[in-house]
């Protein structure tokens, strides 16, 4: 039974959960133990890959799949009971798109999310815009309610400078424009700490994604998209 107060956490982005599986996934877990282990971009549905997730160990696990088969998704798999799972901020086309698990334990909720990217078109950039305003508006609710707040993901956004190899040419592009920097910026003032950044202050070139092209991963041009931001009681040293 894993210990309520000092909690492992992991969050990954596996780009599919059935190809990772056959990378290595398996092997991770068992070399990680996490309690809780938060995936992005599964790319599933639970019935296709149920005899995949049944050796990963985990006795509670949760789902939240696009309507489109292939696309996005997200899974939390828990050593603990959750007290409530819900896949939505009261928009469903988020939870068409499985986009979002909103775990409730006993001492915080755990949102595990996979932000939408904006860089196909004027349509998905209007849209991520819409979903970073109304998971602001709902998690500023959550606040109000005295609620201690964790949320892991792939943000699709890169904060400060540092978090991108070339913060001049990037600044155009979808993931580190203006907006979506000054929305990270009223996310962290609610109160929350990037975990990264906080326990890692003078660190740079350090990324979490990196583009398929140009060589980008080996010459390290990558973007730290990925994070782990908590309320501010939630962070120990």
Known sequence: MADKKNLKL??????????????????????????????????AHREQVEPVTQTLG??????????????????????????????????PEYEREGRIIWSSYDDFDLYNIYFPNGGSGEERHYFKQTFLKNLLEHLRFELKRGKEIIVVGDYNVAHKEVDVYAPVQLSTESGFLPEEREWFDQFLNLGFV??????????????SWWSYKEMARMKNNGWRIDYICVTKNLVHI
Do not use: M
């Open 10 to 43: 992991v969050t990954w982005n596996v780009n599919g959960i059935r190809a990772s599986y056959t990378k290595g996934l398996s092997d991770f877990i068992q070399a990680t133990n996490p309690d809780i282990l938060c995936l992005q971009e599964t790319k």
């Open 58 to 91: 985990y006795p509670y696990d949760a789902w939240s799949s696009a309507e489109r088969k292939g696309y996005s998704s997200v899974a939390t798999f828990s050593k603990i009971e959750p007290n409530k799972v819900l896949k939505s901020i009261d928009h």
């Open 194 to 207: 990037d975990t990264y950044r906080f326990l890692n202050p003078e660190k740079k070139k350090i990324y």
